[in-house]
Nanobody
């Protein structure tokens, strides 16, 4: 099993920055290959924010390219999301996801709220 715990959400003004963290724990957490972030706003579909592989290959959603940066500390099984130049439309629950290859399964965190005021 893998448990994911997110932290770092909150309320920020437009143009501000936040840094999210997601720590993975559990017996097979060290086998998490791709980790990353998705987000879901009220009334909208869940969308990709950013993902990163164990080797450091990244992929970003179009709406956050150039503003958000994902990074990873494999020794700590932790993934980070630095969010700059935040916009009101970035307001959502941000959910951490980990894919574990050995069991071919995705694990999700409970989410952390990010609210950007105009």
């Amino acid at each position: 099993q893998v448990q994911l715990v997110e932290s770092g959400g909150g309320l920020v003004q437009a143009g501000g920055s936040l840094r999210l963290s997601c720590a993975a724990s559990g017996g097979i957490s060290s086998f998490a290959d791709t980790m990353g972030w998705h987000r879901q706003a009220p009334g909208k579909q869940r969308e990709l924010v950013a993902v990163i592989t164990r080797s450091g290959i990244t992929n970003y959603g179009d709406s956050v390219k150039g503003r958000f940066t994902i990074s990873r500390d494999n020794a700590r099984n932790t993934v980070y999301l630095q969010m700059n130049s935040l916009k009101p439309e970035d307001t959502a629950v941000y959910l951490c996801k980990a894919h574990v290859v050995v069991v071919q399964r995705d694990y999700w965190g409970q989410g952390t709220q990010v609210t950007v005021s105009s």
